[in-house]
C-alpha cells in the first residue's frame, strides 16, 4: 500500500516537473518573440521618422512660419525669414510636435570656429539659430537655404541674405 | 462478476488531456491576439506613411500639384479632424480588406501639420491627391484633397480659371463639360454644377473666388478657389472642422506678423499694420470661441484679410 502511494507520488510530481519545464518553455519562447517583435517596431518607427525628417527638410523652409514669402522683394524660394524665424523661436512652445521633429536648426555656412547663437541684436555676427531643440539623441538631415532679414542703416532699409544650412533632427530609439 | 462498463482512464492521462487542454487553448489565443496586434501595427504604420507622404505635397509658390496614391489591397482611409490643442489635430486612421472583410482596428495617427479635407470614409485601391495654398491674407498652409480615382465627377459650366486648373492637373476621373459642348462626361459622375438653375449632386454658387456650395441639404461657404475644392471634396462635418483648424493657424501666424513689426530692424518701415493685424486677430478669436459659428460667418474675416493683404503689398517694408 505505502509502496503503491510513493509511485503515484513520483508520477504527481514528474508531472508538474513536467508542466513546469513546458510553461518556462513556452515563456522563453513568448518573451523572445515579444522582444523581436519590440526590436522590429523601434526599427520602423525609426524609419518612419527617418523619412518623415528626410521629406520634410526639402519642404519646411517653404512653411509659412519660415518662409520668405515676397517680404525681400519677389518671390523667392528655399529662403528663410530669419525676423519671423525669431519671433517664432519665442512662441515655440506652442510649436512642439508640429512637425513632427525634436531639433529644428539654421547654422550660417561659413569658416568662423566660433559656436555664437543667433539673436535680434548680433544678427548677422553669429554662427547658428536653435529654433526648436528637445534635447535628444538623434540624427539629422539638412538643406542649403538663404535666410534673409531686414536691416536699416540712416533710416535706409535694405535685405540682407546669407547662405545657411537648415537641419532638421529626429529623435532615434536607442 | 457483476462488473459495470467503464472507460479506464488513469490520472495522468487526465491530468496530461486537461493541461494539453489549457496550454494548446493560450497558444490559440495569443497566436490569434498576435495576429490581430500584427494586423493593427501594419494599419497603423500605412496610416503614418500615409501621412509622411503627404509631406512633398506642400506647395511653395507653384500652383496646384497632383499625386496618385496606390495600395496592394482594398484600403479605407478615414481622414478625421479635432480641434484640441493650438492648431487642432489631423487623425487619419487606415482599414484594409481581407479576405472580403474590413478589420475592425480604429486606432488613428495624428498630425497637427496636415490639412487633408475628403469624405469620411474613402475607399479603393487608387487614391488621388492634390493640393493648394490657402492665403488669408498671408500663407497659411498647403491643403491636401483626397478622393478615390474610382469616384468620378464631372465639372459642369466651370468658371474659365477653374477649368484651366483641372487640365492641368491631369485627372483621369473629373471630366469638364459646358452646356453649350457636351464633353465628357457619361452621366455616372458626381455632377458639379457652376451656377446653375438646375439641381446637381453638388451646386457650386461661384463669384469673384467666393460663394457656397449646396450638397443636399448642406450649405458649406467658401472664400477662394482652395476652400471651393475643399468645399467639393468633403462632407461638412469634416469641412467646418479643417476651416476652424487653418484659422486656428492663422490666428497665431497673425501674432508673429504682428510681433515681427515690433523688431527694431523694422522700426524704419513705414508699415501700418499693426492696428489692421490686431484686429483681425480679434475677429478670428470671436469665431473661434464660438462653437455655433460656421463657414457662413466668416465673410468679414475674409473681406479683412483682403484689405490687409492690400495695404501688406504697398507697404515699403513687407511683412510677407
Redesign the interface.
Known sequence: MINKTNK?QM??QQ?AFM?IA?VIF?ALV?LF?ISFKLSS?KK?ADL?NE??AL??V???A????F?C???FGG?R?SCIDF??V???K??IS??S????VSNIEIRKVNNNTSEIECT?QNYPDCDYLRVLSQNVVGSDYSTFVSVC????NN???YDQCSLARFILSYEKNE | MNKKAYLEIS??WM??II?GAI?LF??IY?LTS?IKTGQK?QEL?AS??IG??L??L????EQGKQTKLTTSVNTRINPSCDLSG??GRQRISVKEETYGKWSESDDRVV???KYVFSEENVEGKQFYLFSKSFESP????SIIYLFPTKESYCFIDAPSNIEDEIKNLNFENIFLEDSLNPGDCSGDETQVCFNSYEECNINVDYSEGQGKITKGEQNLYFYDDSLMYAAIFSNQETYECQLRRLLM?TK??T???N??LT???????QNYLSTDLTLFENKINAYLIDDERTSSSLEDIFKDAKIINRNNRYS?????
Open positions: 503515484a508520477k504527481i508531472m508542466i513546458v513556452f513568448a518573440m517596431l520602423d518612419l523619412k518623415n521629406l520634410l526639402t519642404k519646411l517653404e512653411s509659412p512660419e518662409s514669402g515676397e517680404a518671390k524660394i525676423d519671423k525669431l519671433i517664432l519665442n512662441k506652442l510649436y510636435n508640429f512637425w513632427g535680434a532679414r531686414k536691416e536699416s533710416g535706409q532699409v | 490520472f495522468s491530468f496530461a493541461v496550454i493560450l497558444a495569443f498576435f501595427e504604420k503614418k506613411e509622411i507622404l509631406n512633398p506642400e506647395i511653395g509658390f493650438n492648431f498630425f497637427q501639420n498671408f500663407k497659411v498652409a493657424r497665431i501666424l501674432q508673429i506678423y510681433s515681427k523688431l527694431s530692424s523694422l522700426s524704419d518701415c515699403n517694408c513687407r511683412l510677407w
